[in-house]
């Protein structure tokens, strides 16, 4: 007899799983081991593979920060996955936008963002109807104090 | 290597015709052209100027489909800026900043990143890092931690090439 250190969640679901077949974690783990073991290595079952997906999708989202040691920082930390950059962060926020809409009921944005003249525009035409009503960068400073 | 720390309060100066928006708007315009410089922001400072926004809406009675385009647009300004991480150990980090500088929570994780990403990631040196804000509280904080401050609204327009000379 030999002694595997396994995780705590990993123990945890072995034991539920064991139970719930009415074996002892004992057994229900040399069963799981032995038959992983006769498996052919290329064969990768479909709970397996959403297994897997679902471990690189909580790699993205929380990985383990080392500080990068690369002539391009920001490319590292974006290999990271601590930032997002370019093309993936304007999908990002079409990805905001798009819940954004959804909550409001309204249509999503089509073509591309308006552009700094258009954005000036509409708030220079609210600043006309409402000039009592503070700037954006007023509002900023109002919502820091009330932190 | 000349680094910008763009805040929410400068950023959202540039989408009005208040004093210091033509100074923001040149400082993207210049940095972008400049390698030897770049411009940074945050999650936290976009994150609350979308608050801003939100507020400014609900104050002026913005349809639904008006505001959709304004905070599309505002998102979509973000080309060309670079932002810095901003960790979950960093909100920690930044409460002796809080405490010290009697700032609130978002300009101190935002003050930290600045410290500690741009010096250690970027090897920026403090007196190469500028924060562009115009909170006054904010800027004095990093004052005494030893950053360059500008405020857009007291820094001239054609003063802005200036900066960017060896």
Same mark, same amino acid.
Request: proline share 6%; charged share 25%; hydrophobic share 40%.
């Given at each position: 007899?030999?002694? +595997? ?53 909580? #790699? +993205? ?18 290999? #990271? ?8 962060? $304007? ?28 954005? $000036?525009?509409?708030?220079? $035409? ?22 | !290597? ?11 100066? @540039? ?15 210049? *940095?972008?052209?400049?390698? !030897? ?22 104050? *002026?009675? !913005? ?7 304004? =905070? ?5 300004? &973000? ?20 405490? @010290? ?12 990143? =600045? ?13 190469? =890092?500028?924060? *562009? ?16 401050? &500008? ?16």
């Amino acid at each position: 007899m030999k002694s +595997v250190y396994i995780s705590d969640e990993l123990h945890r679901q072995a034991k539920v799983r064991a139970a719930e077949q009415g074996k002892t974690l004992r057994d229900f783990v040399e069963e799981q081991v032995q038959r992983g073991l006769e498996r052919k290595p290329t064969e990768v079952p479909r709970d397996v593979a959403a297994m897997k997906e679902r471990v690189a999708t909580y #790699q +993205v989202e929380t990985p383990v920060f080392v500080e990068p040691a690369s002539d391009d920082p920001l490319a590292a930390l974006e290999a #990271q996955g601590f930032i997002i950059r370019g093309e993936r962060l $304007r999908q990002k926020l079409d990805e905001v936008m798009m819940r954004v809409c959804q909550q409001l009921g309204v249509e999503p944005p089509q073509g591309p963002p308006p552009s700094i003249e258009e954005v $000036r525009a509409i708030l220079a $035409r609210y600043q006309q109807m409402h000039p009592e009503v503070p700037t954006l960068s007023q509002l900023v400073l109002e919502m820091r104090e009330e932190y | !290597m000349l680094c910008f720390y763009l805040d929410a309060s400068a950023w959202t100066k @540039r989408f009005t015709n208040e004093l210091g928006g033509d100074t923001v708007s040149a400082l993207l315009q210049t *940095v972008a052209a400049d390698e !030897m410089a770049s411009l940074y922001t945050s999650s936290v400072a976009i994150a609350e100027t979308a608050a801003a926004v939100n507020r400014y809406r609900n104050r *002026v009675n !913005m349809p639904d489909s008006e505001f959709i385009a304004l =905070i599309n647009g505002i998102l979509g300004d &973000l080309n060309g800026v670079s932002r810095l991480p901003v960790l979950d150990s960093d909100y920690l980090d930044a409460i002796p900043l809080i405490t @010290r500088y009697h700032i609130n929570s978002s300009d101190a994780v935002q003050l930290h990143g =600045i410290l500690y990403r741009l010096t250690t990631i970027l090897s920026a040196q403090p007196s190469d =890092i500028i924060l *562009v804000s115009s909170d006054s509280r904010f800027l004095r904080a990093a004052r005494l931690t030893g950053l360059q401050t &500008l405020d857009p609204t007291a820094f001239p327009l054609e003063a802005v090439p200036s900066l960017f000379e060896l």
